[in-house]
Structures are given as structure tokens and as C-alpha cells.
């Protein structure tokens, strides 16, 4: 089990070939795209910030959670930081264990936990010309941007 945070692209089919397990009858992958929309807000680019190590602590704590959880066999995560255009891979889940219903909700458990506990922070780029920074959890701007409790001064200087 690994989690990491890359400035470069995701590789998607290297990441599936490190989950195979004599044991594994099931594999699930989710990969998370960068789109062209927003809120109804054309977007034409993101930038992720994040604090890579206390991200890779917190990931590696949630896919120890998941594979207790749900028995699995495997499981990895991949988060991209730095600019991503339209088409690019943001994050990566994949998970592997001997039935589907357990990897299934297990990917779900992940990307979900991910994106609520994960200290990174995303920046829309979008078509007018304008930028704003987004939650990753909730899809809102301005102050709902923020994570709680991380007071404006620090989330400035991640």
C-alpha cells in the first residue's frame, strides 16, 4: 500500500499492475480527470498546493483504514500537485481484494476519505480570465475555500 504526491502525470496502468494478487478476484480503479466546467464556469486549467508530507501521512492512514475495512489485498493512491490542463489525471484510487463488492466500496471509501482529509487545495483556472481557489470536498470558492479550522495565514503560505 502506498500513497503519493507527483508533479508529474499519473501513470495509470503502472499504478493497476502493482495491485495483482494471487488472492485478488477484483480490481477497481477511479481515476479523477481535470474537466472543462465548474459551477457552470468554463475552466481551461487547475493548480493543486499541497502539504505533501502530511498528505503521504494522511493517505497512507486512510488505505491502512480501507484495507482493515474492507479485507483487501492492495491498495494505492496517487494525487497530483503542480498546473493540470483540461483531460489531466488529478488523482488515482486502485485497490484490489478477492470480491467486487469489497474493492467497490473500498475505492469509494478512499477517494471519498481522500478528498475530505487530504491538505490540498485546488486553483480553477478559468476562461475570463479569472482564477479562484476551490474545496476540494465541497466544490465552493472564496472563504468556503479554506479548510476548517486552518486559519487564512497558513493556508497562504502551503
Keep these: 500500500m502506498s500513497f503519493r504526491i507527483s508533479d508529474q502525470p499519473l501513470d495509470p496502468e503502472r499504478l493497476k499492475?502493482?495491485?495483482?494478487?494471487?488472492?485478488a478476484g477484483a480490481c477497481?480503479?477511479?481515476?479523477g480527470w481535470v474537466r472543462d466546467r465548474n459551477e457552470g464556469?468554463?475552466?481551461?486549467?487547475?493548480?493543486?498546493?499541497?502539504?505533501a508530507a502530511l498528505a503521504v501521512k494522511e493517505g497512507e492512514k486512510i488505505l491502512a483504514e480501507a484495507r482493515e475495512k474492507f479485507g483487501l489485498d492492495a491498495?494505492?493512491?496517487?494525487?497530483?500537485s503542480g498546473r493540470l490542463e483540461i483531460g489531466d489525471c488529478a488523482v488515482?484510487?486502485?485497490?484490489?481484494?478477492?470480491?467486487?463488492?469489497?474493492a467497490f466500496a473500498a475505492a469509494r471509501f478512499i477517494i471519498d476519505e481522500l478528498k475530505r482529509r487530504l491538505p490540498i487545495?485546488?486553483?480553477?483556472?478559468?476562461?475570463?480570465?479569472?482564477?479562484?481557489?476551490?474545496?476540494?470536498?465541497?466544490?465552493?470558492?472564496?472563504?468556503?475555500?479554506?479548510?476548517?479550522g486552518l486559519p487564512r495565514s497558513l493556508n497562504r503560505q502551503l
Design 17 to 23: 499492475r502493482a495491485l495483482g494478487r494471487d488472492s
Design 28 to 31: 477497481v480503479c477511479f481515476e
Design 41 to 51: 464556469a468554463s475552466v481551461r486549467a487547475l493548480e493543486y498546493e499541497a502539504h
Design 75 to 80: 491498495a494505492a493512491a496517487e494525487h497530483r
Design 92 to 102: 488515482w484510487v486502485g485497490v484490489s481484494a478477492a470480491h467486487r463488492d469489497a
Design 121 to 148: 487545495w485546488k486553483k480553477e483556472y478559468y476562461g475570463d480570465g479569472h482564477s479562484g481557489w476551490i474545496n476540494c470536498l465541497t466544490g465552493k470558492s472564496g472563504a468556503e475555500a479554506e479548510p476548517p
